[in-house]
Protein backbone atom coordinates (compact mmCIF):
# COMPACT_ATOMS: atom_id res chain seq x y z
CA UNK A 1 0.00 0.00 0.00
CA UNK A 2 3.02 2.40 1.03
CA UNK A 3 4.77 2.11 -2.35
CA UNK A 4 1.46 2.90 -4.60
CA UNK A 5 0.25 6.15 -2.72
CA UNK A 6 1.62 9.28 -4.18
CA UNK A 7 2.85 10.06 -0.48
CA UNK A 8 3.42 6.37 0.59
CA UNK A 9 6.85 6.25 0.77
CA UNK A 10 7.05 9.58 3.46
CA UNK A 11 4.27 7.77 5.00
CA UNK A 12 6.32 4.43 5.71
CA UNK A 13 9.62 6.44 6.41
CA UNK A 14 7.67 8.65 8.89
CA UNK A 15 5.82 5.72 10.29
CA UNK A 16 8.16 2.85 11.00
CA UNK A 17 10.60 5.48 12.28
CA UNK A 18 8.17 6.62 14.79
CA UNK A 19 9.57 4.90 18.10
CA UNK A 20 6.78 2.28 18.59
CA UNK A 21 6.76 1.31 15.47
CA UNK A 22 10.65 0.81 15.16
CA UNK A 23 10.63 -1.21 18.43
CA UNK A 24 8.72 -3.39 16.88
CA UNK A 25 10.42 -3.92 13.94
CA UNK A 26 13.61 -4.25 15.98
CA UNK A 27 12.10 -6.88 18.45
CA UNK A 28 10.21 -8.69 15.83
CA UNK A 29 10.35 -8.43 12.54
CA UNK A 30 13.90 -7.37 11.18
CA UNK A 31 13.29 -8.29 7.50
CA UNK A 32 10.95 -5.02 7.60
CA UNK A 33 14.26 -3.63 7.43
CA UNK A 34 14.72 -4.12 3.96
CA UNK A 35 11.65 -1.88 3.01
CA UNK A 36 12.55 0.36 5.63
CA UNK A 37 16.29 0.70 4.00
CA UNK A 38 14.91 0.52 0.13
CA UNK A 39 12.29 3.25 1.11
CA UNK A 40 15.09 5.80 2.53
CA UNK A 41 17.05 5.16 -0.47
CA UNK A 42 13.94 5.62 -2.82
CA UNK A 43 12.87 8.98 -1.29
CA UNK A 44 15.91 10.49 -1.53
CA UNK A 45 15.12 12.22 -4.87
CA UNK A 46 11.99 13.64 -3.30
CA UNK A 47 13.70 14.98 -0.25
CA UNK A 48 16.52 16.55 -2.79
CA UNK A 49 14.09 17.91 -5.32
CA UNK A 50 11.98 20.05 -2.99
CA UNK A 51 9.11 17.50 -3.37
CA UNK A 52 6.97 16.08 -0.11
CA UNK A 53 8.87 14.08 1.34
CA UNK A 54 10.84 17.21 2.06
CA UNK A 55 8.98 18.81 4.02
CA UNK A 56 9.68 15.87 6.88
CA UNK A 57 13.14 16.64 8.36
CA UNK A 58 12.52 12.89 8.93
CA UNK A 59 12.66 12.00 5.98
CA UNK A 60 15.67 14.09 4.82
CA UNK A 61 18.08 12.38 7.68
CA UNK A 62 15.78 8.95 7.34
CA UNK A 63 18.61 7.09 5.53
CA UNK A 64 21.36 8.12 8.78
CA UNK A 65 18.32 6.75 11.03
CA UNK A 66 18.10 3.83 8.81
CA UNK A 67 21.92 3.08 8.97
CA UNK A 68 22.01 3.44 12.70
CA UNK A 69 19.21 0.72 13.13
CA UNK A 70 20.86 -1.45 10.39
CA UNK A 71 24.20 -1.28 12.35
CA UNK A 72 22.02 -2.03 15.82
CA UNK A 73 20.36 -4.79 14.53
CA UNK A 74 23.04 -6.77 11.89
CA UNK A 75 23.12 -9.28 14.20
CA UNK A 76 19.59 -10.09 13.79
CA UNK A 77 18.86 -9.46 9.77
CA UNK A 78 20.83 -8.12 6.73
CA UNK A 79 20.42 -8.97 3.37
CA UNK A 80 22.04 -6.87 0.10
CA UNK A 81 20.24 -3.84 0.82
CA UNK A 82 21.08 -2.95 3.80
CA UNK A 83 24.59 -3.85 3.80
CA UNK A 84 24.82 -1.90 0.83
CA UNK A 85 23.78 1.14 3.02
CA UNK A 86 26.26 -0.22 5.68
CA UNK A 87 29.46 -0.48 3.19
CA UNK A 88 28.40 3.08 1.97
CA UNK A 89 27.86 5.14 5.10
CA UNK A 90 29.47 2.83 7.88
CA UNK A 91 32.62 1.04 6.42
CA UNK A 92 33.16 3.80 3.56
CA UNK A 93 34.27 0.53 1.40
CA UNK A 94 32.84 1.79 -2.28
CA UNK A 95 34.35 -1.87 -3.65
CA UNK A 96 32.24 -3.79 -1.24
CA UNK A 97 28.97 -1.41 -1.42
CA UNK A 98 28.82 -1.70 -5.41
CA UNK A 99 29.13 -5.88 -4.93
CA UNK A 100 26.55 -5.26 -2.65
CA UNK A 101 24.35 -2.48 -5.15
CA UNK A 102 24.82 -5.62 -7.78
CA UNK A 103 23.11 -8.26 -5.31
CA UNK A 104 20.30 -5.88 -4.11
CA UNK A 105 19.44 -5.49 -7.82
CA UNK A 106 18.53 -8.77 -7.96
CA UNK A 107 16.68 -9.13 -4.72
CA UNK A 108 14.81 -6.30 -5.71
CA UNK A 109 14.23 -7.38 -9.04
CA UNK A 110 12.89 -10.65 -7.68
CA UNK A 111 10.77 -9.01 -4.56
CA UNK A 112 6.70 -9.01 -4.97
CA UNK A 113 6.52 -5.72 -3.82
CA UNK A 114 9.89 -4.00 -5.11
CA UNK A 115 9.98 -5.00 -8.73
CA UNK A 116 8.65 -2.06 -10.17
CA UNK A 117 11.00 0.00 -8.23
CA UNK A 118 14.27 -1.74 -9.70
CA UNK A 119 15.18 1.42 -11.66
CA UNK A 120 14.72 4.19 -9.52
CA UNK A 121 16.35 1.99 -6.50
CA UNK A 122 18.88 1.85 -9.14
CA UNK A 123 19.26 5.56 -9.81
CA UNK A 124 18.72 6.50 -6.12
CA UNK A 125 21.51 4.48 -5.03
CA UNK A 126 24.25 5.33 -7.32
CA UNK A 127 23.63 9.33 -6.81
CA UNK A 128 24.15 8.32 -3.09
CA UNK A 129 27.41 6.29 -3.98
CA UNK A 130 28.51 9.58 -5.90
CA UNK A 131 27.26 11.77 -3.27
CA UNK A 132 29.30 9.90 -0.63
CA UNK A 133 32.34 9.63 -2.84
CA UNK A 134 32.49 13.19 -3.52
CA UNK A 135 31.83 14.45 -0.07
CA UNK A 136 35.28 11.76 0.92
CA UNK A 137 37.12 12.69 -2.02
CA UNK A 138 38.89 16.09 -2.86
CA UNK A 139 40.07 15.79 -5.77
CA UNK A 140 38.40 13.51 -9.03
CA UNK A 141 39.10 13.42 -12.60
CA UNK A 142 36.93 14.04 -15.22
CA UNK A 143 39.21 14.13 -18.23
CA UNK A 144 37.09 12.33 -20.38
CA UNK A 145 33.61 14.54 -19.72
CA UNK A 146 35.81 18.09 -20.00
CA UNK A 147 34.06 18.47 -23.58
CA UNK A 148 30.54 18.66 -22.04
CA UNK A 149 29.23 21.94 -22.09
CA UNK A 150 28.69 21.61 -18.17
CA UNK A 151 32.51 21.43 -17.67
CA UNK A 152 34.46 24.79 -17.39
CA UNK A 153 37.64 24.98 -18.98
CA UNK A 154 39.76 24.33 -16.10
CA UNK A 155 38.17 20.66 -15.78
CA UNK A 156 36.67 21.62 -12.50
CA UNK A 157 32.81 21.32 -11.41
CA UNK A 158 31.70 22.76 -7.92
CA UNK A 159 35.50 22.79 -7.07
CA UNK A 160 36.21 19.39 -7.47
CA UNK A 161 37.95 17.43 -10.67
CA UNK A 162 35.87 14.37 -11.51
CA UNK A 163 37.48 10.41 -12.72
CA UNK A 164 34.45 8.98 -14.66
CA UNK A 165 36.69 5.84 -14.54
CA UNK A 166 36.51 5.27 -10.78
CA UNK A 167 32.92 6.57 -10.06
CA UNK A 168 31.59 4.09 -12.52
CA UNK A 169 33.39 1.25 -11.42
CA UNK A 170 31.81 1.89 -7.93
CA UNK A 171 28.24 2.05 -9.55
CA UNK A 172 28.32 -0.94 -12.04
CA UNK A 173 28.18 0.90 -15.26
CA UNK A 174 30.43 0.28 -18.19
CA UNK A 175 32.44 3.35 -18.98
CA UNK A 176 30.45 5.14 -21.25
CA UNK A 177 27.28 4.19 -19.51
CA UNK A 178 29.01 6.01 -16.41
CA UNK A 179 29.88 9.03 -18.25
CA UNK A 180 26.26 9.58 -19.25
CA UNK A 181 25.42 8.92 -15.78
CA UNK A 182 27.65 11.45 -14.07
CA UNK A 183 26.86 13.89 -16.62
CA UNK A 184 23.27 13.64 -16.14
CA UNK A 185 23.94 14.00 -12.46
CA UNK A 186 26.01 16.91 -12.45
CA UNK A 187 23.72 18.14 -14.68
CA UNK A 188 21.24 17.76 -11.58
CA UNK A 189 23.30 19.31 -9.32
CA UNK A 190 23.49 22.55 -11.17
CA UNK A 191 19.72 22.56 -11.18
CA UNK A 192 19.54 22.53 -7.33
CA UNK A 193 18.33 25.42 -5.83
CA UNK A 194 21.21 27.17 -3.97
Known amino acids: ?11 LLETFLSPTYLNTIQTSCPWILRYLATTAILSRKLSASGGAAASSSRVRHSI ?24 LYVEFDFEAARGELALAERIIADDFFLGEFREDFLDNARYLISEAYCRIHQRIDIACVQQHPLVVADGLINGYIYDTRDLSEHQNLSRDEGEKWIVNLICEWAQKPK
Do not use: C, W
Not at 1 to 11: A, E
Open 1 to 11: MYFNHPQGRTL
Open 64 to 87: REVVKVIQMEEYQYQDAITSFLKE
